[in-house]
């Protein structure tokens, strides 16, 4: 799956609003508010016909924390815990080599997934939080 | 009254929250009274906080003495005690946020242990990692709360549970010293610390309720 996710998970988040999406990070930790702030307002992200799904990070929770979607849906997350947060692909002990950062309240970013598979991740501060996306 | 009736339905909903688990013996009558129920939480929660510092103080004394039996028996009680606290936590804000409040919970416990196990060995650099682990985790903590219940600021509770950790560390120092006029003082410090925690949780979440009703509060 690791190859997976480094193939299929595509940083999508857009500069600006109607701009092309970025493509692959290689570190993930480090996606300028700027960007994501433009999906966090609900403007358009990406091209227009892309599926897309949102996953919200509250009380120390991804909800929902399994989500179904089709290949080429782009997920958005939104941290609303006062805190650092982070979606760290795979598991604590079987770490995937991409994680998005979630600095602070209201810090959003998407990835596209473009492959299907079943992708876990985690909140690599609390271990404790666990997602799950299932791509068809 | 379009906003009256709004909040009527928000505060029923914690109503309902409420009494989903937290209270067994809550009758149905009880659950109309939110006053009552927020009293209830406040004694509640100050009852189990008290007891995971005797049951905390219980373990850490059994393990700096080397007494094994005795520590496991006591860690498994405490486990018990972090499970009522989840639960109570969950009878307010729901079952997601119990279930995710319990590892929470537990890891601040995992923290205490390390600080323990570095003044049995006189590990001075296991101590301070477990004491910055510690103060981390109050942020974590207070983070919890505030996304839990806005009335509640994360670093006034991130404070409150500070105090928890060093009024602890005082009970484990103690210990170390073999000083049982101390060990006990400062148990029942730590102990009494608590409610100092667990009263604005229910104050609090009284408040809000009483907006939801849109009634004033009455102490």
Known sequence: ?136 | MKIACKNFIGAAVMVALLGAGYTASASAAEMNHHGAMSSDLRTGLNSLFREHVFLAAGATGAALAGRDGEFKAAAGALDGNSIDIAKAIGSVYGAGAEQAFLPLWRKHIGFVVDYTVGVATKDDAKKNKAVADLVQYTEDFGAFLASANPNLPKDVVANLVKDHVLTLKDVIDAQATGDMNKTFMAIRSAAGHMGMIADPLGRRHRETISRAFCEPIIE
């Open chain 1, 1 to 136: 799956m690791k190859g997976h996710w480094r193939s299929a998970a595509v940083l999508t988040a857009s500069v600006l609003a109607g701009s092309s999406p970025l493509h692959a990070h290689e570190d993930c930790d480090d996606i300028p508010q700027k960007q994501s702030a433009v999906v966090a307002s609900g403007e358009s992200v990406g091209p227009r016909s892309q599926p897309a799904a949102a996953v919200t990070i509250q009380l120390f929770q991804y909800q929902p924390g399994q989500l179904e979607i089709k290949a080429g849906t782009m997920v958005t997350w939104v941290n609303q815990d006062d805190i650092r947060h982070t979606v760290t692909l795979g598991t604590p002990e079987r770490l995937e080599n991409l994680s998005l950062n979630f600095p602070a309240k209201g810090a959003t970013a998407s990835y596209t997934f473009d492959r299907p598979g079943v992708y876990e991740y985690f909140c690599d501060r609390h271990p404790s939080m666990r997602g799950q996306i299932h791509v068809q």
